[in-house]
Antibody, heavy 120, light 111 residues
């Protein structure tokens, strides 16, 4: 059974940093592209960042480019998102998601999400 | 403002059909056959319902179908059931610069 379990969320002050982790199990993690998608309270979904299976290519939404860094450790079956220079508008539930191969970045499995709150 | 435009709400009675639209541009929806649809119940993670415009993942009922014409994609839910009441989001591949764009979501109410 595919499982994605996010951790690392919490309350952080504006300008602060946080690192989210997503522990994967039930599939060959190193074979799949992965993404982070966020959802602000009461709002819609927003794609944040993506990383290919090997970690060789990374992609970022304009809203987080230069502030967030996506990475993965295939030996630990874990995806990461380093969040720096956080702003109030980064407050959201952050989901990690597994891509369906060949689907043009459709996500067939999602974690339960990790809440990041940016507030003083 | 979301990159893809969806109606904020849709509704139908049990057994009826409802169609939700998702309008983009030639740089996303119209440019690729990579439109996906997600169902999200309150407090839950999204669930993939349709990918590649028309494909259904294993386990998704065939009451859910997708289509596309030009820059507009559509999700049709036939034989509406109470458990279909949820938020629905479309997404599309948008090229290597902005990879994935989502719609603002449509709240489907089963009357």
């Amino acid at each position: 059974e595919v499982q994605l379990l996010e951790s690392g969320g919490g309350l952080v002050q504006p300008g602060g940093s946080l690192r989210l982790s997503c522990a994967a199990s039930g599939f060959t993690f190193s074979s799949y592209d992965m993404s982070w998608v966020r959802q602000a309270p009461g709002k819609g979904l927003e794609w944040v960042s993506a990383l290919t299976a090997s970690g060789g290519s990374t992609y970022y939404a304009d809203s987080v480019k230069g502030r967030f860094t996506i990475s993965r450790d295939n030996s630990k079956n874990t995806l990461y998102l380093q969040l720096n220079s956080l702003r109030a508008e980064d407050t959201a539930v952050y989901f990690c998601a597994k891509e369906t191969p060949g689907s043009g970045w459709a996500f067939d499995f999602w974690g339960q999400g990790s809440l990041v709150t940016v507030s003083s | 403002q979301s990159a893809l435009t969806q109606p904020p709400s849709a509704s139908g009675s049990p057994g009826q059909s409802v169609t939700i639209s998702c309008t983009g541009t030639s740089s996303d929806v119209g440019g690729y056959n990579y439109v996906s649809w997600y169902q999200q119940h309150p407090g839950k993670a999204p669930k993939l319902m349709i990918y590649g415009v028309t494909k259904r993942p294993s386990g998704v009922p065939d009451r859910f179908s997708g289509s596309k014409s030009g820059n507009t994609a559509s999700l049709t839910v036939s034989g509406l059931q109470a458990e279909d009441e949820a938020d629905y989001y479309c997404s599309s591949y948008a090229g290597n610069n902005n990879l994935v764009v989502f719609g603002g979501g449509t709240k489907l109410t089963v009357l």
